[in-house]
């Protein structure tokens, strides 16, 4: 089941102004490194498993929280720069089932009617139902592109580890589906009848839009993987940012093909010295089979699992957060990292072959401490000021970033 939240627009808006005083610091669970020329703190905590964030059009940030919580509805006080706090918050919406999306429509007549004002919700609906599934992966992502604002994106992952079933685009599993926001708002429709943007993406929490109105998602490939009875798992598969496009939907990867980090493959496959596709359910079929299937435009290294990918305005840089995984040693991830992107082009900067594309511009300064020491970035969000905050699912705490964005 989908919900959707929708702005209701009134004529008071909440305007972050500079006031004499500062904010007090809110000492973090665990202290980050910060990249030069950036630097963040803590927004506030006691949060309930934060995961995805969006700001409302009065500047007031809205959380889906996990811990049998549901939407939290924050006002900001703003002093400039990273000195950020909180003037007041309070639970917008309880909902236990509540598990990660959140997307705001800018038609206050359909859809839930959101007063951002007053912090209130009324006439709720059910737009999409047929999601739920037991298994892996139970998060769902909610997207609605600036440059389409009647399309609703809804993405679903895999039933299991390897979900062989989900290469059958039938299933409606590891896929993003499209839906026009004037169709649902007449009635609820099943997932599977939505059009397929892409199918064969495993896990792929983070989908954002760049600032030509290009949908990008980043991926989470598989766990414990081995290769002819050899277990790779520590550096296989790859993670992979993805360009799905709207009207030519395409198969990516799964449940077959994987990137890999070279030398797991033989030499004669070897022409791209970063990523080569090779089939793992079946060990007989040839890599001829990788044509049919679209490569990523970057990679990860193995189980740093990112969750959220986020465009600056000018279109110069992608912002990713890696929650890391327990399935690394040692472990791997637990930062915020900025990938350069061209402008022009709508591309990444750097090569598919490329092993630097992603800079860290915050991480936790010893992985050692995972689970419990340990910041874990999940949704990220821009407010209108440029600074991005991120939300920290293993620490229960919003931070406030800031530098050159």
Known sequence: MVRLTNVFVTLSTFVAGTLAQTCATINPAQAPTFASGYSGRVVINGLKTPRDIIFDKQGNLLTTEQGSYGVNYIQLTDNGDTDVCV????????????????????????????????????????????????????????????????????????????????????????????FKIADIEKGAVEYSTGEVLAWGIRNTVGVGEDSKGGIWAVENGMDDMSRNGKDIHNTQPLRGVKFPRFHNPKFHKLPHHMGFRLPVLPAQHRACNRLRCKVIANATAEFSACSSRVPPKLCFPAHIAPLDIKFNPNGSAAYVSFHGSWNKSPPDGFCVSRVAWNSDTGMPSEPLTSTTAAKDIMWNADNAGYPNSCFRPVGLAWDAKGRLYMASDGTNEMWVLGGAM
């Open 87 to 178: 003037n007041s918050s309070k639970q917008l919406i309880s909902d236990a089932t509540v598990n990660h999306g959140i997307a705001l429509s800018s038609d206050s007549k359909r859809l839930w009617d959101y007063d951002g004002t007053n912090g209130t919700v009324s006439k709720k609906k059910i737009l999409v139902y047929g999601m739920k599934l037991g298994g892996y992966h139970l998060s769902r992502t909610l997207l609605i592109p600036k440059g389409r604002p009647d399309l609703l994106l809804a993405r679903r992952g895999s039933q299991d580890n390897i979900d062989n079933a989900a290469g059958q685009i039938g299933t409606a599993r590891s896929q993003i589906r499209v």
